[in-house]
């Protein structure tokens, strides 16, 4: 008897064990997929939760992007599949390679990175839609996910700012900081601390290192979240290096859980820059000539209308000159209706007011060309809107003057339907080292369509330090406006800071005489009509202006020292109007980076300087 009840334990013993081995395995599954984006079968590893195969039940879905050198065959499979298991989520582990002999994933990095056409952009909704209609899965945006490693980190910031309409929640895990992306012959800088604006929508959780190449460019991506308003952003830092231990993982999956549980609805209020010239974003459709790098931006936007613009780079670039923008918003209006649309140039101060008929679905359809614009989309009766147009200081330019109480002056626009009675307006930052004196003020009524200058100033005073690293430095203003008829709006803005730095006095200038990066006669004097770059001793420099005779700017970003392929240094090539006067005193403010090479670190140095148009500089 007692033999036979050790055999019958033994049997029930080795079942449990098959059991739980054929859970752990049925878990894990490899399959390929034909892409249309790449012409050819994609793998990628699936794992599923407890019950999949027994149940009707449906999943939310993370999707997992690798770094550098890996695959979708990750190191913590495991982990992934307990995770699945115990979590009830399916984790699709993605394969970032463009062709199967690639090591460097996503098509993106330095120049030399990029090699295809074919982008990740393009097949990540496809993988998607692969998945959405083979498995069981809670197809909508709150119950998808994005988890990145590295260059997987940067996969997952960039495609959730891409696509929020279609992620929840994304996770960075120690992420590549900057990149550039885009194809082989028109790719562009892609800085993940100045495009936190597409991620509004989203639950954002960044991991940093204690130890590693990257703990100091992220600190630097952490400053840019912070400087961005409305987030929904966790950050943490683990002791280590740069790799990804199954702790951090379970940390990762555990914040998309409670996302899954607890989502974001869809913004009232969004932005969005994209570095490709035609774009879907919350319904918006848009579409363009940008056929060299830089930005579309769509600012503020809401069923009252929007700010768009082209910029060179982010976050304050020129214009991009000879781009037409052509948009179709989202079918938010009544269809079959007439709106009154206003189109307000903010570079040449001239507006127009069209009428234009809603489609069917309650889309309207309007185009702008590259310079910055206000767009409001409204009916008779339809409530002001206010929004930011502009500032200036002292009555002079835009920079702030550094540890000096300053008239920060503000022009408003309504683009809204009705008049705007008894607006009050409140400034605030939470930039340290900056008071506003006076954080409210009246201001006037402002009719429809109109841009007002305010009467009252604010007083500010901005005893910021400049950052010694590539942090934002330029100080995020929020306007909170009202009026008296319980409207109420929010916008904000930039303003820069001549910070109280030291004079440089080796300043060299080049005109042409490298062949390389300026232009004009070679002779190192600045003239009307030359391209220049400004060196202090042997450093290259960024240059900070608001001079008018500076009609155009292009930038110069080097990979030096190129350890990893991160962190770039800028540096500026400004143009000296032609109708500039010899003797015309340019006031810069500049800075320049002395890269640490072990540790990818920035140590940005400041300074200021005077060129004299036509003379030897001072």
Same mark, same amino acid.
């Given at each position: 008897?007692?033999?036979?009840?050790?055999?019958?334990?033994?049997?029930?013993?080795?079942?449990?064990?098959?059991?739980?081995?054929?859970?752990?395995?049925?878990?894990?599954?490899?399959?390929?997929?034909?892409?249309?984006?790449?012409?050819?079968?994609?793998?990628?590893?699936?794992?599923?939760?407890?019950?999949?195969?027994?149940?009707?039940?449906?999943?939310?879905?993370?999707?997992?992007?690798?770094?550098?050198?890996?695959?979708?065959?990750?190191?913590?499979?495991?982990?992934?599949?307990?995770?699945?298991?115990?979590?009830?989520?399916?984790?699709?582990?993605?394969?970032?390679?463009?062709?199967?002999?690639?090591?460097?994933?996503?098509?993106?990095?330095?120049?030399?990175?990029?090699?295809?056409?074919?982008?990740?952009?393009?097949?990540?909704?496809?993988?998607?839609?692969?998945?959405?209609?083979?498995?069981?899965?809670?197809?909508?945006?709150?119950?998808?996910?994005?988890?990145?490693?590295?260059?997987?980190?940067?996969?997952?910031?960039?495609?959730?700012?891409?696509?929020?309409?279609?992620?929840?929640?994304?996770?960075?895990?120690?992420?590549?900081?900057?990149?550039?992306?885009?194809?082989?012959?028109?790719?562009?800088? !892609?800085?993940?601390?100045?495009?936190?604006?597409?991620?509004?929508?989203?639950?954002?959780?960044?991991?940093?290192?204690?130890?590693?190449?990257?703990?100091?460019?992220?600190?630097?991506?952490?400053?840019?979240?912070?400087?961005?308003?409305?987030?929904?952003?966790?950050?943490?830092?683990?002791?280590?290096?740069?790799?990804?231990?199954?702790?951090?993982?379970?940390?990762?999956?555990?914040?998309?859980?409670?996302?899954?549980?607890?989502?974001?609805?869809?913004?009232?209020?969004?932005?969005?820059?994209?570095?490709?010239?035609?774009?879907?974003?919350?319904?918006?459709?848009?579409?363009?000539?940008?056929?060299?790098?830089?930005?579309?931006?769509?600012?503020?936007?809401?069923?009252?209308?929007?700010?768009?613009?082209?910029?060179?780079?982010?976050?304050?670039?020129?214009?991009?000159?000879?781009?037409?923008?052509?948009?179709?918003?989202?079918?938010?209006?009544?269809?079959?209706?007439? !709106?009154?649309?206003?189109?307000?140039?903010?570079?040449?101060?001239?507006?127009?007011?069209?009428?234009?008929?809603?489609?069917?679905?309650?889309?309207?359809?309007?185009?702008?060309?590259?310079?910055?614009?206000?767009?409001?989309?409204?009916?008779?009766?339809?409530?002001?809107?206010?929004? !930011?147009?502009?500032?200036?200081?002292?009555?002079?330019?835009?920079?702030?003057?550094?540890?000096?109480?300053?008239?920060?002056?503000?022009?408003?626009?309504?683009?809204?339907?009705?008049?705007?009675?008894?607006?009050?307006?409140?400034?605030?930052?939470?930039?340290?080292?900056?008071?506003?004196?006076?954080?409210?003020?009246?201001?006037?009524?402002?009719?429809?369509?109109?841009?007002?200058?305010?009467?009252?100033?604010?007083?500010?005073?901005?005893?910021?330090?400049?950052?010694?690293?590539?942090?934002?430095?330029?100080?995020?203003?929020?306007?909170?406006?009202?009026?008296?008829?319980?409207?109420?709006?929010?916008?904000?803005?930039?303003?820069?800071?001549?910070?109280?730095?030291?004079?440089?006095?080796?300043?060299?200038?080049?005109?042409?005489?490298?062949?390389?990066?300026?232009?004009?006669?070679?002779?190192?004097?600045?003239?009307?009509?030359?391209?220049?770059?400004?060196?202090?001793?042997?450093?290259?420099?960024?240059?900070?202006?608001?001079?008018?005779?500076?009609?155009?700017?292009?930038?110069?970003?080097?990979?030096?020292?190129?350890?990893?392929?991160?962190?770039?240094?800028?540096?500026?090539?400004?143009?000296?109007?032609?109708?500039?006067?010899?003797?015309?005193?340019?006031?810069?403010?500049?800075?320049?980076?002395?890269?640490?090479?072990?540790?990818?670190?920035?140590?940005?140095?400041?300074?200021?300087?005077?060129?004299?148009?036509?003379?030897?500089?001072?």
């Amino acid at each position: 008897m007692k033999e036979m009840q050790k055999k019958i334990i033994t049997r029930l013993l080795i079942l449990a064990l098959f059991t739980a081995f054929m859970g752990r395995s049925l878990a894990q599954e490899d399959h390929v997929h034909l892409s249309k984006t790449f012409g050819r079968e994609k793998p990628y590893r699936i794992f599923l939760p407890a019950g999949y195969h027994s149940s009707s039940n449906r999943y939310p879905v993370i999707y997992f992007f690798h770094g550098n050198k890996g695959t979708h065959k990750y190191k913590l499979s495991e982990t992934m599949a307990k995770l699945a298991r115990e979590k009830s989520i399916i984790i699709v582990a993605s394969n970032g390679r463009s062709d199967d002999s690639d090591v460097r994933p996503y098509n993106i990095g330095w120049h030399s990175n990029i090699n295809y056409e074919i982008q990740f952009k393009d097949y990540f909704p496809e993988l998607v839609g692969h998945v959405d209609s083979t498995y069981r899965t809670l197809a909508d945006r709150s119950h998808r996910a994005l988890i990145g490693h590295s260059m997987g980190g940067i996969m997952s910031f960039f495609l959730a700012g891409k696509y929020p309409q279609m992620v929840g929640a994304a996770v960075n895990v120690k992420g590549s900081p900057e990149f550039f992306i885009g194809y082989p012959d028109n790719h562009t800088l !892609y800085n993940v601390r100045y495009l936190f604006k597409n991620l509004h929508g989203v639950k954002l959780r960044f991991h940093n290192s204690t130890k590693g190449e990257l703990v100091y460019l992220n600190k630097e991506v952490h400053q840019g979240a912070l400087h961005e308003n409305d987030l929904s952003y966790a950050y943490k830092v683990y002791e280590g290096g740069h790799g990804m231990p199954a702790e951090e993982f379970n940390d990762a999956v555990c914040f998309v859980a409670e996302a899954f549980s607890n989502p974001l609805p869809q913004p009232g209020r969004w932005h969005h820059a994209d570095l490709y010239p035609d774009f879907e974003v919350w319904g918006y459709e848009v579409n363009s000539n940008l056929d060299e790098p830089g930005f579309i931006e769509l600012h503020g936007v809401t069923k009252g209308g929007l700010g768009i613009a082209t910029k060179k780079w982010q976050p304050c670039g020129r214009p991009v000159p000879g781009v037409q923008v052509n948009v179709v918003t989202a079918p938010i209006y009544q269809p079959n209706k007439t !709106y009154s649309v206003l189109d307000y140039n903010l570079v040449d101060d001239k507006k127009s007011v069209s009428l234009l008929q809603s489609d069917g679905e309650g889309k309207i359809s309007f185009s702008v060309d590259c310079n910055p614009h206000q767009i409001g989309i409204f009916r008779k009766n339809d409530p002001a809107e206010i929004v !930011y147009a502009s500032h200036s200081v002292n009555g002079e330019g835009v920079f702030l003057d550094h540890k000096n109480e300053c008239s920060l002056k503000l022009r408003l626009l309504n683009r809204g339907g009705q008049i705007a009675k008894g607006v009050k307006i409140k400034l605030s930052t939470t930039t340290p080292g900056v008071n506003v004196v006076n954080p409210e003020i009246d201001g006037d009524n402002i009719g429809s369509c109109e841009a007002k200058w305010l009467t009252n100033d604010f007083k500010v005073v901005a005893a910021n330090i400049p950052p010694t690293d590539g942090s934002p430095f330029r100080i995020r203003f929020v306007l909170t406006i009202a009026d008296d008829e319980n409207n109420t709006w929010k916008d904000e803005f930039d303003a820069p800071v001549f910070f109280d730095v030291p004079e440089l006095t080796n300043i060299g200038i080049d005109d042409g005489d490298s062949e390389i990066y300026g232009s004009g006669n070679g002779n190192n004097i600045a003239e009307p009509g030359e391209w220049i770059m400004v060196y202090e001793i042997s450093h290259r420099t960024r240059l900070y202006y608001d001079d008018p005779y500076v009609d155009a700017e292009r930038i110069h970003v080097d990979l030096q020292p190129d350890k990893w392929g991160d962190g770039y240094a800028v540096s500026s090539v400004v143009h000296i109007a032609e109708d500039c006067p010899v003797g015309h005193k340019i006031r810069f403010l500049s800075s320049y980076e002395v890269k640490e090479w072990k540790t990818i670190k920035r140590n940005v140095i400041w300074g200021a300087f005077t060129v004299v148009v036509g003379k030897e500089t001072e």
